[in-house]
């Protein structure tokens, strides 16, 4: 869309879903630390006050900058004082003095408005290039931008969510900032970046909220307090919806609301197909106050507590009573059921267990998962001890992250029986049987499965980033977003092969990635043999319906079939195909 164009006429952004529903409210736009300003018209004859204005900022803003400068110049020195050149630099640049000029006469709007659709196009190709540098110098444009708007407004403009509920709208979020989301407040969000297997992505699944990623360019084209609707099932932004649009959109809300109640009916039924085969349906939880929906959820207990969590409350893991409190929650919340806790997984793009000094160049092939753990033994044995006294209290997993061969497992392991040994030493009771599991997420476990089976408990397929590493593509970078396919049929191979070298040492083999709760693989997984799926705390009732409708012989078949296709699509398509004719009512799309 260029500017200039009718701003009332209702406009769609195409991006990739990653949390189902919709979403109606007003537009909040956020973007680190800096709100969109509101928007109004102007007439060509207030043209000339405005760009009065934007001077009088300006020169404000410079003077802000030089007193700044001058003052951390004498506390710190000269050489820190100059950082602030940069700053004022960029307020001399007349290409950006013109450009705001000349976008004020095209657009007709406030000043303060076309500055900022200037600076959002700015630093988003800054975003973008390779050099860190360059990359790095976008704090600073947002910073002397900030500082520009706070003085062409003369308020405080602060990145505070507003008190009422709205649809929110960035370049991009942390997995923090979703985390600390309210969901009473946020009706959903969109972000230029991201993709379905973020972290970002799977807490807005978590906590139930519709969102889009990938949406590029939403940012410059959006504004404050505009009318929005988010299609979270075709990954649809849509602005100043049409009155019949909104209409369609109400109608479907309704519809989408009356389907999901009426979802409640399985809530305590088992998770078991028409012909009798039974699967264990368990819950994938980040936070403790998930517990609540677990309990009315119908889950069989909690596949994946990913303890990493933690470090978005505090920089580092709490200590060894915390941890143990919380744990007991989670065992109590089971009510009988299984927690399996999993050790840190920390790295990649979750938050680290310790600052670097400087980023590494791969997180994802990086200092991840166990491998933090066991290069930091009281860091784990912390974690360890906990889940084992834990254990003494209910029936209690754990498992490890990111193992990719024996030595690694065996090492975990022996740290684990030290722990049993400090425990039993100190006559503190826990479960001497407590299950020991990992996970098959790194394709040279799921191809070793069979060496690795008697060695454990369980497996739990993390197919998020089984397909990460197994065909290359990055989990969270849009640019490649539709190359990850966890119907590769690479991947699928690897989930049969595990599954069976469980079966072959006797061990149960579950699934606890985000393909777990895609009502369109339900049969697919079933018939591949799993055990166990463990989705979002949201997504129970749906899963248990769809394998309800399933029939166990019919998903074999197709499993069978799936493994002798060579595209993922085709694979995608015929599991889709059952799903859709054994479930046609839980199909919700618009
Ligand atoms: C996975 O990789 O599929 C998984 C469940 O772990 P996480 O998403 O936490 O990396
Ligand atoms: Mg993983």
């Not at 994802?364 to 834990?390: E, H, N, Y």
């Amino acid at each position: 869309m260029n500017l200039g164009t009718d701003p009332s006429a209702e406009v769609r952004f195409q991006g990739t879903p990653v949390s189902p529903g919709i979403a109606i409210g007003p537009v909040h736009v956020s973007v680190r630390g800096m709100s969109a300003p509101e928007t109004h018209s102007i007439t060509p004859e207030e043209v000339h006050s405005e760009k009065e204005r934007f001077q009088r900022a300006l020169n404000l803003t410079r003077q802000q900058i030089q007193e700044v400068r001058d003052r951390i110049g004498k506390i710190s020195g000269e050489s820190e004082g100059k950082i602030f050149d940069a700053h004022l630099l960029f307020l001399e640049d007349n290409t950006l003095l013109r450009r705001v000029e000349k976008e004020l006469e095209n657009r007709l709007q406030n000043v303060d408005s076309v500055f900022y659709a200037i600076i959002q196009n700015y630093l988003e190709a800054m975003r973008r290039v390779q050099d860190p540098y360059l990359r790095e110098r976008t704090a600073d444009i947002e910073d002397v931008s900030l500082r520009v708007l706070n003085c062409l407004e003369r308020r405080e403009i602060k990145d505070t969510a507003p008190d009422h509920q709205h649809v929110l709208v960035a370049f991009d979020l942390t997995p923090s900032d979703t985390a600390l989301m309210d969901p009473d407040q946020v009706l959903g969000f969109c972000t230029e970046m991201g993709s379905t297997n973020s972290h970002t992505a799977i807490l807005a699944r978590s906590l139930g909220i519709p969102a889009i990623v990938g949406l590029e360019r939403a940012l410059i084209e959006v504004k404050m307090k505009q009318t929005c609707i988010i299609d979270g099932y075709r990954g649809e932004l849509i602005l100043n919806p049409t009155p019949e649009t909104l209409k369609k959109y109400k109608s479907l809300r309704r519809q989408k609301d009356k389907a999901y109640q009426s979802l409640d009916s399985v809530r305590d039924l088992n998770t078991q197909t028409s012909d009798g085969h039974e699967i264990v349906l368990s819950a994938n939880i980040e936070f403790i106050h998930e517990l609540k929906g677990l309990k009315t959820s119908g889950a069989q207990g909690i596949g994946l507590y990913r303890t990493e969590f933690f470090l978005l409350e505090d920089e580092e893991m709490p200590d060894e009573t915390r941890q143990t409190q919380v744990y007991s929650e989670f065992i109590e919340a089971c009510s009988g059921h299984q927690a399996i806790i999993r050790t840190l997984d920390s790295g990649g793009d979750k938050l680290s267990a310790e600052p670097f000094s400087e980023p590494e160049p791969n997180p994802f092939l990086g200092w991840r998962g166990i491998r933090v753990s066991l290069s930091r033994p009281d860091l784990f044995k912390t974690q360890l001890r906990a889940i084992l006294k834990v254990s003494a209290r209910g029936k209690t997993g754990v498992m490890f992250p990111m193992i990719s061969g024996i030595s690694e497992l065996r090492a975990a392991k022996a740290i684990l029986e030290e722990c049993k040994l400090e425990l039993d030493r100190a006559k503190v009771p826990f479960d001497p049987d407590i299950e020991v599991g990992m996970m098959i997420e790194v394709p040279s476990a799921a191809i070793l499965a069979d060496v690795l089976a008697p060695e454990v408990d369980f497996f739990s397929i993390g197919t998020n980033d089984l397909t990460q590493y197994t065909v290359a593509v990055d989990r969270v970078n849009h640019r490649v977003a539709d190359l990850f396919r966890s119907t590769n049929p690479a991947v699928i191979r690897l989930i049969k092969n595990t599954i069976k070298a469980g079966q072959d040492h006797g061990i149960w083999t579950g699934i606890c990635g985000e393909i777990a709760s895609d009502i369109r693989l339900s049969p697919l997984l079933v018939g591949l043999g799993t055990s166990e799926l463990s989705v979002g705390v949201h997504q129970i009732p749906i899963i248990k319906s769809a394998i309800r409708s399933l029939n166990f012989a019919d998903c074999e078949n197709l499993a069978e079939e799936c493994l002798k296709m060579h595209k993922s699509g085709d694979i995608l398509a015929a599991t889709r195909n059952m799903a859709k004719t054994a479930y046609p009512d839980l199909f919700f799309e618009t």
